[in-house]
DNA sequence: GCGTTTTAAGATAGCGTTAACAACAAGGCC
DNA sequence: GGCCTTGTTGTTAACGCTATCTTAAAACGC
């Protein structure tokens, strides 16, 4: 009567039910999936429509199992923003552990130090190194990397694949348009005097920001007015100096626009210590949508970048770069961002005189 | 961190080298490790000294690939502090991934929501489920998980065990000695005249805290001041109100503990708003040491609470519990706190004049 | 053409663990 | 003593995949 007792309850699809659809052998739907050579594209082809006809996916403990060369992913970090970092190492594990693959994470302080840190990294046997910001733009490390021919994927840059060196994958948002769709929100609700706390200026993402700040005020044909901008290096305490340089104005800024949650922290904390009100005296927005954002009152309107999607989405890239023995490593994927409204904007109050 | 030792290489103690040690068969070990009834003592015993010796420890990928029955463990929260909740679930999915435990978090809103909740989380086929605070105490949650003959760990309560009913487990701090020790470190500062802010009055932690927070008074022979108890929810806005309510007294206390990092980082905020400095003016103490205590400035002296340690140890114990059918499950641990000073304290100003 | 190399595909043997059942001893009952 | 329990230990066959070795087919050289 019964066809198979299987002893797993839900049998999802295995290796060999593809190689049996797909009408060839076990070993050559295993090598398919793992891309290796010597396979004709032909029967690549077949194999590739079986596994896509029974939505199979191969069972990681198993591959572990048969001895399949165990990945091990390097994570060098060092992260101002304690909320990008924790939400980034969320979804690292979460998707390790869903890949099995294995990270290896160490902080990395900064200064020149970092380099003698990935070299560790690599001299303990690493697959590929995934670089989160601030490290995504360390030059040093990069080429080092190159050299060892150790494959990396870089998150949250602001450089276009374009300018990226083979072998170099990255994840990330188009932070030009983010902040271009956030200052056009905030002109929106009649603002035309708009401050902007810019992000570390070694970071290339922080300049497509700024850049994007810019040109929605371009778009909208105000002037620029070069006080309106301080700098920033992501953390609380640097938007604390910012926020205080914008107020400090003669004009002040009815709005002010930080380049990360932290720094939208730091200003709202500053306006209050002012005895200014937000949103109703000064409209402040942050970018990320760390879980800061919604911790301080009143909540932040942010940009929602998907944090721990990219990371998982780096993991994934990494592990199947690693796989793909074969082929050289390259891909670039651009997440979508949305903007999140909550309580920190408000109308300008000066009603919309210019032209 | 690294996440996973490496096995394969210069390969691991298998279950047949433990075997071949103990000198009995391959089941006998794999029912030792498994905890299964029906194994005489004596041979546990040598079979347990044969694991010892030899440092093994069992594949999870093979114990998956057998068919070992998956476990799940589910998990409810609804923590109104971020910063805890996320160091809570980075600990929960390390561990998770560690032991191979497939974890199925639940989000569930404050109200009577919860049985029902819980009750889809059951329905699900949990083998077990894991209660942060607040849903720790949540009685109807827990009465429902024993009628379903599901185990659970509460995690961060202030019930002391022997109050708890059987087939639960605990994980906690002694959060009494803690608030106790932070409220005379306050004490030492010089300070006389402190002020509390309450967590939760649902929450037995909250009740602990706010004990140790008398205790020390009255070890130190200072007047209790009902005035100077704030009530709060653990949340930023609650401890808005607090602090405001605290700084309005004709007298203001020169120091305040929040029962929380979020409550402290409101109460500073308030401070800020009055023109007041922190720490110069006034002292302010959290208790957690959440992310948010080193983002804001200045960086909050708290109560070091581990909490991904906590989690941690939820699961290893939920998931031995689990993996023992036989025995009933049941355990307590006790993790250790640590005060930890930053820079949002100083010595009162008033120099001490009461005896 | 015929042997020789190269390439593509299949066969088989584990990886470390547990499920299911078989085997065996020790009591208990008539 | 025979026969059933009961409790303890052992045997075997998966689990899903990859390494490694073989074989079949194709490409090549002269």
Redesign the interface.
Known sequence: MTIRPS??GSSAPTISDVARVAGVSLMTVSRVINNEANVRPATREKVEAAIAQLNYSP????R??A?A??I?IGMLYSNP???FL??F??GT??Q??RL?V?????KCDIGDHEVEVARHLIAGGIDGVILPPPLCEADAVLSLLREAGVPAVVVATGRPPEAMPDAVMSVRIDDRAAAEEMTRHVMTLGHRRIGFICGNPNLTASDRRYEGFRAALEGAGIAFDEALVAPGLYT??SG?DAAERLLDLSVPPTAIIASND?MA??TV?VA??R?LDVPSDLTVCGFDDT??S????PELTTIHQPIADMARAAVEMMATAIRQKSAEPAGHRLLDYSLIRRQSDAASRRRPREI
Chains 1, 2 share one sequence.
């Open positions: 002893r797993r069972n990681p403990a198993a572990s199992l001895g060369a165990q091990r923003s304690q909320g924790s939400e190492l969320l594990l979460d390790a552990s099995d294995q990270m290896v994470v160490e609380y305490r604390l932290d922290a730091a904390a209050h210590r005895g879980t800061l919604t911790t301080i009152w």
